[in-house]
């Protein structure tokens, strides 16, 4: 399956990966705590088609299997998450010890992620003292896992975790606060600060977040327009980025924010060795247009001060985001730009598309031009030291439900049968390109 037009190599010791995510794939729901994921899927007509994740993939008594296809694949690493409420049930790490253990034995570097949104259901990122009680849990793992695990991830997507599951509702815990949810964005990046500083006193040395970042473009030249796109913008790429890097919120975003903000600040700049981006496609922002607005799925409340809106003249994946391959060259090239020394090497921790077949053709399509994007990005002096690619299996997709596949393996939901796709081999063709 070679291309005619082989991708750029890459530098020396880039770090090519997958990922995925505990409550998305694991299953075994009976031998863990419940979390607000499984309160929100039991509530009715939350979840497009019906579905839950109490079997998902059933990766917990099938991770041998899933460790043999990230080998056949040829990977550097696998990124998967650890369950805050497996980790809280009896024995909950000794799954864990045995993947890392099957990881490493296959040559497949782990690299865990603390938290995923599989927040346990007796916690609430409103209360500030989750924050402290994320860095007990993280210090717990790392005591266990730290011999074997050397790169960490704290959290994934604190952005949308708030925005859909807090302010917007349609992801658990399904609150519809807008933004009444700030107090759980500052908490969120409160516990990133501790959950380092934890890591830190564990011994490990290579730490970073998975946070999701995209170009934000307005509507039309138009001055509503472009001053909505810019606060879309600091909402949801500043407000997350900017306190971790700079030690500071975007203008009139820090003085909404609940506590100390200040000496919180101190701790959630803690330095980072990696900062990690996941990135799908961009953003087209203008003016609020006195509507409720329904955007891929999400109702948009008339009341927020912006409207998200379709852009048009890219082809869309299906689930209908626009395939942007030069909006990630971009993205990177500007947070190079905007934080200057004060970024640390980058990490692609996801990226990747919803495409059905198992000859997905649009998702190699997808992978290919993306990967060439990343790669004129370091070549216009961005620090990329790694991609990893969204997702190894198809699992549940959050509010819908098993009606989108990401993976590049594709699971049966009824045999749970794993099938790799064409993307697969096409995947581990450009991993054994780039190391020949």
Not at 53 to 73: K, W
Not at 139 to 147: C, I, K, Q
Not at 393 to 402: K, P
Request: glycine content about 10%; proline content about 6%.
């Amino acid at each position: 399956m070679a291309t005619t037009n082989p991708i750029p190599r890459f530098p020396a010791g880039f770090l090519w990966g997958v990922s995925t995510s505990a409550h998305q794939i694991e299953g075994a729901a009976d031998a863990r705590e419940a979390s607000v994921w499984d309160v929100f899927t039991d509530g009715p007509g939350r979840v497009r088609d019906g579905s839950t994740a109490a079997v998902a993939c059933d990766h917990v008594h099938r991770h041998r299997e899933d460790v043999a296809l990230l080998a056949g694949l040829g990977v550097d690493a696998y990124r998967f998450s650890v369950s805050w409420p497996r980790v809280r049930s009896r024995g909950g790490l000794d799954f864990y010890d045995r993947l890392v253990d099957e990881l490493c034995a296959a040559g497949v570097r782990p690299v865990p992620t603390l938290f995923h949104w599989d927040l346990p259901a007796d916690l609430d990122w409103l209360e500030r003292d989750t924050a402290q009680r994320f860095a007990e849990y993280a210090s717990e793992v790392a005591g266990r896992l730290g011999d074997r695990v050397t790169k960490w991830i704290t959290l994934n997507e604190p952005a949308e975790h708030t925005l859909l599951g807090h302010a917007l509702g349609v992801h658990a815990p399904g609150r519809k606060l807008l933004f009444d949810a700030l107090p759980a964005a500052h908490h969120q990046l409160l516990a990133h600060g501790l959950a380092v500083r934890a890591l830190r006193a564990a011994g490990a040395d290579d730490i970073g977040i998975a946070n999701s970042h995209a170009p934000t473009w307005p509507a039309s030249e138009d001055e509503a327009d472009v001053a909505a796109a810019g606060f879309y913008d600091a909402l949801l790429n500043g407000m997350f980025a900017d306190p971790l890097l700079l030690g500071r919120y975007p203008d009139g975003i820090g003085e909404l924010m609940p506590g100390d903000v200040e000496a919180d600040l101190k701790v959630v700049a803690e330095p980072l060795d990696w900062y990690g981006i996941n990135y799908y496609a961009p953003t087209s922002v203008g003016a609020p247009q006195g509507t409720e607005i329904d955007f891929g799925g999400v109702r948009m409340p008339a009341e927020l001060p912006f409207s998200v809106r379709v852009i048009e003249g890219h082809p869309v994946t299906d689930f209908g985001w626009p395939v942007v391959p030069e909006a990630l060259t971009e993205l990177l090239t500007a947070f190079r730009a905007r934080y200057g020394d004060r970024l640390p090497p980058v990490v692609v921790t996801e990226n990747g598309c919803a495409y059905d077949g198992l000859d997905d053709r649009d998702r190699i399509t997808y992978l290919d031009g993306h990967i060439r994007a990343l790669h004129r990005a370091v070549e216009a002096g961005v620090d990329v030291r790694g991609y990893f690619v969204w997702s190894l299996l198809d699992n549940f997709e959050w509010a819908e439900g098993y009606a989108r596949r990401f993976g590049l393996v594709h699971v049966d939901f009824e045999t749970l049968e794993r099938t790799p796709k064409a993307s697969y081999g096409w995947f581990g063709e450009l991993l054994r390109e780039q190391r020949a």
